[in-house]
């Protein structure tokens, strides 16, 4: 965007195009939701980055220093190996570039996800569909997580969450020995409360 800004005034129908046309709303329109669900799918993909376009446009219009402030980006996001929320991540955008939350709107919001309720375990006819079971771990400690009593136990880390794609109908075992069902749309739940 900066580039189209900057040094080609040719492509300006691009910036104009991103600044005045409706795009309809995908279902999962939170960064939150895009983050927890790995991107979802290619249409919400797509979406998300016309979004992200429009953004920056504002932002370079805002803020004459943006290119530059890409040392600051590097500087709060340098440290891969310890995953941060994307609360996290918002407070930190808005830091750099104080109106991100404003220009961003609702996409800031928490995430429409739906919440997943653990149930005694049960068999349950699997499916051919597969959905997204995501799991946050908001406690300071791993939290064991089993697809079935036989299979390799996996985890999520501490202060952190895991995506699991599994077949709608089947069941992720929670430490406690309770189960969360995969359902036809994806769903979220939360072990401890971030401080």
């Keep these: 965007m900066a580039y189209i800004r900057s040094e080609r005034p040719d ?42 376009e429009r953004i920056a446009d504002a932002l370079l219009a805002k803020h004459s220093g943006f290119v530059a402030s890409m040392a600051k980006v590097k500087a709060q996001f340098g440290d891969q ?65 089993q697809r079935a009593p036989d299979r390799p136990t996996l985890f999520v880390r501490e202060r952190s969450w895991r995506t699991f794609n599994v077949p709608v ?4 075992i929670l430490p406690d020995g309770k189960c969360l069902l995969a359902q036809e749309e994806p769903t979220m739940f939360v072990m401890g409360k971030r401080p």
């Design 11 to 52: 492509l300006k129908f691009f910036l104009e195009d991103r600044r005045s046309r409706k795009t309809s709303l995908s279902r999962y329109a939170t960064f939150d939701d895009y983050e927890y669900l790995n991107g979802i799918d290619a249409p919400t993909s797509y979406w998300f980055l016309f979004q992200m």
């Design 81 to 145: 190996g310890k995953p941060v929320s994307p609360e996290v991540v918002r407070d930190r955008l808005e830091a750099i570039w104080p109106a991100f939350i404003e220009i961003a709107g609702s996409l800031t919001g928490p995430s429409t996800i739906a919440n997943a309720i653990p149930t005694p375990c049960q068999a349950a006819a699997k499916s051919s569909k597969f959905s997204g079971v995501v799991i946050r771990n908001d406690t300071d400690t791993p939290v064991a997580i």
């Design 169 to 172: 109908g089947s069941s992720l």
